[in-house]
């Protein structure tokens, strides 16, 4: 494998916060452009992967009032983040390894750094890039058998395969370096007995816990996987107490990155703690991603509702109608009481 310091990963896939920002903003306002043009915010994929808007609805076009509303740009990340956790839920239904959680994962984050929900719904991408993770990590499962294990049309995952041509398919995870870590420690804390190598062994179990919730943060389009690795080494320490963290860390830099001071990684690993994901505030509180709380279905059941209202407008119609007829059966009977 390519090292990361010249991989596509570090030159092109590395952002700023207020990158991040940009790039979500500018997709949720071309999807409410084209809600707006075509009365649909949903993408169609040609077998060459191109794009193009759905047929106009000419219905929607016509009234403003009859229009679905689009998604709020926070409104986007309570569903990004709710898909985000059912990769890994299903990475763990699958028993994947978590290279192929992880690289799911990135594919996920950066597909939606180009396009909105409102343009491709996150349950088929997440499909899309388990699948395409699961071929670039050489662990192939057909999209038969992983649309089969969880109930979808495989057909949804191989219409959109075409979509992970963009993604750069070698990616990093921390997972790598935490293992070359804990190898580490154990010379740094001169660990012979058993009782020092179980105790290496628990942190080391603690941080892929700690680096699985990192992974569902900004983190990994931010940071490089090292970092990502000894921030989540951190906090298993913080919970163990096994070594001085910061004697640690000068050892890493001296060892690999001289020229580097230790205010400047002890400041990225502080970065990466306070990552949190802001979520709308009457759904879930602001929390910093070592208490990360994951969306639930009930979470996003309005978001989603709005969501399917922007991809087919035609059923946003229908749940109006299915509402009214509702509401004049018990209109009848009350009236029959």
């Not at 491709?120 to 662990?139: F, G, S, V, W």
């Not at 089969?148 to 963009?166: A, C, F, P, R, T």
């Not at 580097?260 to 802001?278: K, R």
Request: net charge neutral; with cysteine; glycine share 4%.
């Amino acid at each position: 494998m390519a090292d990361f310091v010249t991989s596509t990963h570090k030159t092109k896939w590395i952002f700023t916060p207020q990158d991040i920002k940009h790039k979500y903003k500018v997709a949720n306002h071309r999807a409410k452009q084209a809600l707006e043009k075509y009365g649909t915010t949903r993408m169609e994929v040609d077998i060459d992967g191109s794009f193009s808007y759905a047929e106009s609805q000419n219905d929607a076009k016509d009234s403003a009032e009859k229009r679905p509303k689009p998604l709020k740009v926070e409104e986007e990340q309570l569903l990004r983040a709710f898909y985000e956790f059912k990769i890994q839920d299903v990475c763990d239904a699958f028993k994947f390894p978590r290279k192929i959680q992880a690289t799911a994962l990135i594919y996920f984050k950066r597909f939606y750094l180009q396009w909105s929900v409102m343009e491709h719904h996150p349950k088929d991408i997440m499909l899309t890039c388990i699948y395409a993770a699961c071929k670039a990590e050489e662990n192939h499962v057909s999209a038969e058998e992983l649309g089969k294990g969880i109930g979808q049309d495989h057909h949804v995952i191989l219409n959109n395969e075409m979509l992970s041509l963009g993604f750069d398919l070698i990616v990093y995870a921390p997972y790598r370096a935490l293992e070359g870590f804990i190898s580490d420690l154990e010379e740094f804390c001169g660990a012979k007995d058993e009782d020092q190598l179980v105790a290496l062994k628990v942190s080391l179990d603690t941080a892929r816990i700690e680096a699985d919730k990192i992974m569902r943060s900004d983190g990994p389009l931010l940071f490089p996987p090292g970092q990502l690795a000894l921030t989540a080494l951190h906090r298993a320490n913080a919970a163990h107490s096994i070594f001085d963290f910061e004697r640690y860390l000068r050892s890493v830099l001296s060892h690999y990155q001289p020229a580097h001071a230790i205010s400047e990684l002890t400041g990225s690993i502080n970065a990466i703690d306070s990552l949190a994901i802001l979520l709308l505030p009457d759904l879930l509180a602001f929390e910093q991603v070592g208490k990360l709380l994951t969306p639930t279905s009930k979470d996003v059941k309005h978001v989603d509702r709005k969501l399917k209202s922007c991809l087919d407008p035609g059923s946003h119609d229908k749940s109006k109608k299915r509402k009214h007829r509702s509401k004049d059966g018990s209109q009848e009977a009350t009236d029959i009481s």
